[in-house]
DNA sequence: GGGCTGACTAGGC
DNA sequence: AGCCTAGCCAGCC
């Protein structure tokens, strides 16, 4: 839930919300947020969170479906390594079965 | 206080 | 289809 003192624990929250095997967008979290345009900050928020070892952030990629933030983690390949043992398919760096993955915080937190 | 940066996105060429 | 630009917002010089 939202806790509505700094942004970052808003972002935080959702993601520690999706569920194994799932994935979101920034854009998607944000929208959740109230913040249309602020896919940004949230991607930003995020990296400002490498501290934060209970968030999976794993699951949050661009809209694309995209491993973008893979060269961010311990090595270019933990990224996907995390995201294969949880059931989801990477291809270069790229989710397959991206549409199926998807886990959109304004439908499922309603 | 002004400018730069970034794990983004959408739109234009 | 691929690259470039502009808009976005919060933190850090």
């Known amino acids: 839930m939202k806790q509505g003192n700094d942004f970052f624990n808003d972002v935080y929250d959702v993601v520690r919300q ?3 095997g799932r994935a979101t967008s920034y854009g998607a979290i944000a929208a959740y947020l109230g913040e249309k345009r602020g896919a940004r900050v949230v991607g930003w928020a995020m ?3 490498y501290n934060q070892k ?3 952030a794993h699951r949050v990629v661009n809209k694309q479906g995209e491993l ?3 060269r961010l983690f311990e090595t270019p390949t933990t990224m996907q390594e995390r995201l294969e043992s949880e059931g989801v398919k990477v291809r270069n760096g790229k ?3 991206w549409e199926q993955c998807f886990w959109d915080p304004e439908k499922e937190l309603h």
């Open 18 to 20: 999706i569920p194994k």
């Open 47 to 49: 990296g400002s969170s």
């Open 54 to 56: 209970d968030l999976p």
């Open 68 to 70: 973008t933030a893979a």
């Open 95 to 97: 989710i397959q079965n």
